[in-house]
């Protein structure tokens, strides 16, 4: 688990979270290379909003981590999120949006959803910031 190592550096919130994205991105590279099953440029554009979603989800991530004190519960959120995507929303066909909503309403890329996840770890954030948490000790 990474966010031990970048506590123990001191560094701001904000370089954690986005050190921890820039790795938690080049893990999953090759699933997107090899996995996805993806040609040519839909290769790259995908690695990209890949990574902007990770980026969106982060803070999220590190401070369920830093709550618990535990990389478990982080990654049972992962798990979650990739099991309600893939094995409801698109083997069911249930949950189809015209392109025009999309880019707002997608339960994985869309505005909405990705700014909602923002917002929550920031928001887990600022409640550690104000409790004088500044960084939890293991």
Known sequence: NMVPFFEKTEWNDYL?????????????????????????????KTILSGIVIMLMWTPLFVEVRRATRSFIPAYLLHMTEELSYSLIFVPAGKFKLNKTYDIFMNPVSGIIPLAFILVLGLILRNRRVCRGEVLCQE
């Open 16 to 44: 954690i979270y986005l050190s921890t994205r820039l790795i938690w991105g080049c893990w999953h590279i090759p699933y997107y290379l090899y996995f996805v099953g993806l040609d040519g440029d839909m290769k790259l």
